[in-house]
């Protein structure tokens, strides 16, 4: 969810955030680089992820991108199969592009 919604966060809670899921810091090494208490970061950590559940249950966006991303498979496999022989196909792939378009 941070990939999709880390920059609507403060500042602070971006660092905070990184620090511990990206750079595996503790909440002590965290609480010094940032100049808070280790309550300070732990607060600030819950919040965050509450705060990025809430985007993401409201704006949807990691599972239209899972939605886009399978379109996107589904078509390059039809594609990779397509010999010439199976004009049926070219339609799934137009009706898989067509949907994905609508998604966008």
Same mark, same amino acid.
């Given at each position: 969810?941070?990939?999709?919604?880390?920059?609507?966060?403060?500042?602070?809670?971006?660092?905070?955030?990184?620090?511990?899921?990206?750079?595996?810091?503790?909440?002590?090494?965290?609480?010094? *680089?940032?100049?808070?208490?280790?309550?300070?970061?732990?607060?600030? =950590? &819950?919040? !965050?992820? /509450?705060? +990025?559940?809430? #985007? @993401?249950?409201?704006? *949807?966006?990691?599972?239209?991108?899972?939605?886009?991303?399978?379109? =996107? &498979?589904? !078509?390059? /496999?039809? +594609?990779?199969? #397509? @010999?010439?022989?199976?004009?049926?196909?070219?339609?799934?792939?137009?009706?898989?592009?067509?949907?994905?378009?609508?998604?966008?």
């Amino acid at each position: 969810m941070y990939d999709f919604y880390g920059e609507l966060l403060s500042e602070k809670q971006r660092i905070v955030v990184d620090c511990y899921y990206n750079d595996n810091f503790s909440l002590g090494e965290i609480a010094e *680089k940032v100049n808070i208490s280790r309550q300070g970061v732990y607060d600030s =950590l &819950k919040r !965050a992820e /509450e705060l +990025l559940r809430e #985007y @993401d249950s409201k704006l *949807k966006l990691m599972e239209k991108y899972k939605v886009n991303k399978e379109l =996107l &498979k589904k !078509a390059i /496999e039809n +594609l990779k199969h #397509y @010999d010439g022989n199976k004009p049926d196909i070219l339609d799934e792939v137009k009706e898989d592009l067509e949907q994905l378009l609508k998604q966008l």
